[in-house]
């Protein structure tokens, strides 16, 4: 067997072998980028029922805060010898419409929050997604390369290829374009 078979050999083998490896790695990245978006998304909404079970806590709080201040200005009127009637009832009312609005705002900002993260984690799975799709085109723009590169392999080792003349370096090879200018 001469040297160039054998190198055309081994040529073809490290090919399929790099390309083996090479499809091996996209394949793991694609799934790399799936699991890594999963467990992006799951975090997102793990964050986000945490921030709406702050947001509950701090309500209730607010709502006992809110009874304790009521209680004090009721007691702080009746002292005063004051019914609840009037300013006084209007005062009350006042207070306990505006803590209503506070108590209010702690949830729309919370579910404001949880809705972002959770938007946050469908487009962290839809970004996995895609990054997995990509990955498996790249693999299979690999595995036509690699095909290619053996074919070409196994060209130059049949001997096949164009004859005698194609891709001499000693020969001019007349082109369509430039027939005259080599006198063909």
Do not use: C
């Not at 072998?17 to 799951?42: H, L, P």
């Not at 607010?62 to 002292?79: G, P, V």
């Not at 946050?120 to 036509?144: P, R």
Request: charged share 25%.
């Amino acid at each position: 067997m001469d040297p160039f078979t054998i190198f055309a050999i081994v040529s073809a083998i490290s090919t399929a072998v790099g390309g083996a490896t090479s499809i091996y790695g996209q394949r793991q990245a694609a799934k790399a980028a799936e699991d890594s978006a999963k467990w992006n998304a799951d975090q997102q909404r793990k964050q986000a029922a945490y921030e709406e079970g702050v947001a509950q806590r701090n309500m209730r709080k607010e709502r006992e805060n809110n009874k304790r201040e009521l209680a004090r200005r009721r007691a702080n009127s009746a002292r005063g010898g004051l019914m609840e009637t009037g300013a006084v009832a209007d005062n009350l009312i006042e207070a306990s419409e505006r803590h209503q609005v506070e108590i209010d705002e702690i949830w729309e900002k919370a579910s404001t929050q949880a809705q972002t993260r959770r938007a946050q984690a469908n487009m962290s799975i839809w970004e996995g997604k895609q990054s997995a799709s990509a990955a498996k085109t790249a693999m299979l723009g690999t595995a036509v390369g690699t095909l290619g590169s053996l074919a070409g392999t196994g060209m130059k080792l049949s001997g096949g290829g164009g004859g005698d003349t194609f891709g001499d370096a000693n020969k001019i090879t007349p082109t369509r374009n430039y027939t005259d200018v080599y006198g063909s």
